[in-house]
């Protein structure tokens, strides 16, 4: 039950981890109708799951993104998130309350990320969804430590892109019935201006915990 747990809270609900982008007027992530396809891995590199990112609206400089996970013919996560891009600086909204500011929980993706820079972006919020087996689940996050590693080609199932590699740290508290799970987990990230997070990896006390890459773009 717990390695399952973790499993889907790593993959499925972390939603900041998996959903950031930035640094591009010409990202696709600004077209209507543009849909990117990730596929999830548990910590036995086995897929167990899928999301699909589709961006439902643009105006301007804001698009709305619909982010829908799916794991055995389940729907565990479907919300609507915001995109914003100007002056070289993109943020991700989504829709759960930073429980430190109550405003929306935004991360930031400053212009120009350089190695070595630190992103002082600490966001904290609770996420909601269910578990495959239909219980219902919610997860609080903490995000912190967001580095920028530097620049590194990366090549997964969807294609090969040219990325900022960056890293961060998450504690995570997990809510199932009357089970309470916390553990930390530490995440590398790759992405690319045009497409957003092209992969996340995770891990937990230095082991190999999962990860996402995209699988097709359109």
């Known amino acids: ?70 794991e055995k013919g389940n729907v565990t996560e479907n919300n609507l998130q915001t995109y914003h891009f100007e002056n070289g600086e993109a943020t991700w909204t989504n829709d759960a309350v930073d429980t430190k500011t109550k405003r929306p929980a935004i991360i930031i993706y400053p212009a ?51 990325c900022t590699k960056l890293s961060y740290k998450f504690s995570l508290g997990l809510k199932v019935a009357f089970i309470n799970i916390p553990f930390n987990v530490d995440a590398v990230e790759w992405y690319n201006p045009d497409v957003g997070v092209v992969k996340t990896e995770y891990s937990i006390k230095g082991a190999y915990a999962g990860h996402a890459e995209i699988a097709s773009v359109k």
């Open 1 to 70: 039950m717990i390695e399952q747990t973790k499993n889907l809270v790593l993959l499925a609900l972390i939603i900041a981890g998996q959903n950031a982008f930035a640094q591009s007027v010409e990202s696709r992530l600004l077209k209507k109708g543009t849909r990117i396809d990730m596929v999830e891995f548990d910590a036995n590199k086995v897929q167990n799951k899928t999301k699909v990112l589709t961006v439902e609206s643009v105006s301007g400089k804001t698009s709305k993104v619909r982010s829908v996970t799916t």
């Open 112 to 162: 120009n990320m350089q190695a070595g820079q630190k992103i002082n972006n600490d966001v904290t919020f609770e996420q909601t969804g269910t578990t495959p087996d239909g219980k219902k689940a919610t997860v609080s996050v903490k995000i912190t430590d967001r580095k920028v590693i530097g620049k590194e080609k990366v090549t997964v199932k969807g294609g090969t892109w040219d």
